[in-house]
């Protein structure tokens, strides 16, 4: 995460009274139409948790488990004495600073000396023993980190693990009596208008508090794994890793981030939620790193086309656009599947899915609900372990126009010719591949409009492989003689599968 969107909370108002409310006009006609002396009583308003009084209480009970901390790294700086003084102007400057840019030891050849770094963040302890959670850019390449609590105590942590791509990193420190801890709540169960508390150390300023409520839920900001509860509790740079609390005193959150065009709270801020969180502290906290699931297909979101492409009613689920070796394709899993339910739990989108995956346990059998030609097929799929890909693409060559020999042909707004030896060097594509490539696309046609370009590569169309163009025809004769408005492509670009559905009426 950018510092830039670090999250921070800042200190509110000691105490926040209820407004009083006047009559509205029908309460006043009520209150006219009643006979003397009656009472009149307003309706309750209809409301799950009213304002607290004061987060003073809250706020003296949890602090003692919120921690600052500082890192230092150690980094490389030029020792400026070493360097030569030269005259303004002089004709050897820039002969020496030639000379020394070619030497060993860094930039200008001068000697390096070690300079510390510091920098501050917040953090929350998780058990009496001395668990400490915070952002992973907090501490990411730090040589050393003390945090320092309520009371002023410091003491150095050792880094347990770290989870990139959920910024979220494990303490741990030595003590020798009991630490003041926190425990993690149900963030699935917080609503947006609910009443949430951050406590950190917004720019090195020392223990601060700042309440707001839940502005939105689910948020996604750059990763796979986002799950962010949005508050316009005051948050700002330094409160990166500090906790975001429910009105019951749990963790439903860890701020990280802060949209804001001046590196301020402007009331948008962003806490990893504890669903997400516990999960990970668990592992790391367990193996030091975390375990996540793997399913093993390429996968994207099924859109209305693409739904009536395929024949489906909703436009929900994964659409498989490839399955590589691995556990979806030894249970049978195929491209062109719609994966509609994992382990029970019905999948909306690629997001779902990819996160409930990524939380089931390495080894376990599960129960995929799949759409396959019209109908759905229950597969069993052991999961396995995800691994940090490497991904590699060979870049295309320059088109040369002399190379297109053979005869093409425009259908749907694109130029499309069969794949023979010339393609094949014009495009870098494999030696292996069959399709149809495509040489040109209509800038105003629903190709265009759904991504196709030049050199994208089509494999099949309506779920069958095909070679030449008229293969395409056949496909579309058939889509619209069964009804279809649109018609379902498996397209390649640099290897990578999609499917696009093109209108068949456009």
């Known amino acids: 995460m950018l510092d830039s969107l670090t999250v921070s909370p800042e200190s509110t108002s ?5 407004a009083t409310r006047p ?3 029908v309460a006043l006609a009520l209150a006219l139409a009643m006979p003397l002396g009656a009472t009149y009583t307003a309706p309750a308003m209809a409301l799950t948790g009213a304002m607290p009084e004061s987060f003073a209480d ?3 009970r949890l602090s003692p488990a919120v921690v600052n901390i500082t890192t230092t790294t150690n980094v490389a700086q030029v020792d400026d004495s070493m360097r030569p003084v030269l005259p303004e102007g002089s004709p050897f400057e820039d002969f020496f600073n030639d000379f020394l840019d070619r030497q060993p030891g860094g930039r200008n050849g001068m000697p390096r000396v070690p300079r510390r770094s510091s920098a501050l963040g917040s953090g929350f302890i998780i058990s009496e023993d001395g668990y400490i959670v915070t952002n992973n850019h907090v501490i990411e390449s730090a040589d050393e980190i003390e945090i320092e609590t309520f009371d002023g105590d410091k003491l150095p942590a050792k880094l347990i693990g770290h989870d990139p791509r ?3 990193a494990l303490l741990k420190v030595e003590s020798e009596d009991p630490l003041p801890f926190v425990s993690f709540g149900d963030s699935d169960a917080a609503r947006v208008g609910d009443w949430v508390v ?4 917004p720019l090195g300023q020392g223990f601060s508090v700042s309440a707001g409520i839940v502005s939105a839920r689910n948020r996604t900001l750059q990763g796979s794994y986002d799950d962010f509860i949005q508050t316009d509790a005051a948050i700002n740079r330094g409160n990166s890793g500090g906790p975001l609390f429910n009105v019951d005193g749990e963790v439903i959150g860890v701020n990280t981030a802060i949209l804001s065009p001046n590196g301020g709270s402007i009331g948008i801020g962003f806490a990893m939620s504890s669903a997400v969180v516990e999960r990970v502290v668990a592992q790391l906290r367990d193996f030091g790193e975390t375990r996540r699931g793997w399913l093993g297909v390429r996968i994207q979101n099924v859109d209305p086309d693409v739904a009536d492409a395929l024949g489906l009613e909703v436009a929900a689920g994964a659409l498989v656009t490839d399955v590589p070796e ?4 030894t249970a049978g899993v195929k491209s062109g599947d719609v994966i509609l339910e994992f382990d029970g739990e019905a999948i909306e989108d690629t997001r779902e899915l990819v996160r409930v995956v990524a939380d089931t346990e390495v080894g376990r059998e599960v129960d995929v609900v799949v759409f396959r030609d019209g109908k759905e097929e229950r597969l069993s799929v052991a999961i396995g372990r995800l691994e940090e890909p490497v991904l590699a693409s060979a870049p295309g060559a320059p088109r040369d126009d002399k190379s297109m020999a053979q005869e093409e042909t425009v259908v749907l707004g694109m130029t499309l010719a069969t794949v023979d030896e010339a393609l ?7 030696a292996d591949v069959e399709g149809l490539v495509v040489t040109g696309v209509e800038e105003d046609s629903d190709a265009f409009g759904k991504g196709m370009r030049e050199g994208d590569l089509i494999t099949e169309v309506g779920r069958e492989p095909v070679a030449t163009p008229r293969d395409m025809r056949d496909q579309i004769e058939a889509a619209e003689e069964a009804g279809r408005n649109s018609l379902l492509l498996l397209v390649r670009r640099d290897g990578t599968p999609r499917f696009v559905a093109l209108s068949l009426s456009s």
Request: aromatic share 4%; net charge neutral.
């Open 198 to 201: 951050a406590i950190g150390n």
């Open 424 to 430: 094949r060097q014009q495009f870098g594509l494999d």
């Open 23 to 25: 009559l509205t006009a």
């Open 166 to 168: 959920t910024d979220i």
């Open 326 to 329: 691995g556990p979806a394709a």
């Open 58 to 60: 809250l706020a003296e």
């Open 14 to 18: 000691a105490g926040l009274r209820r």
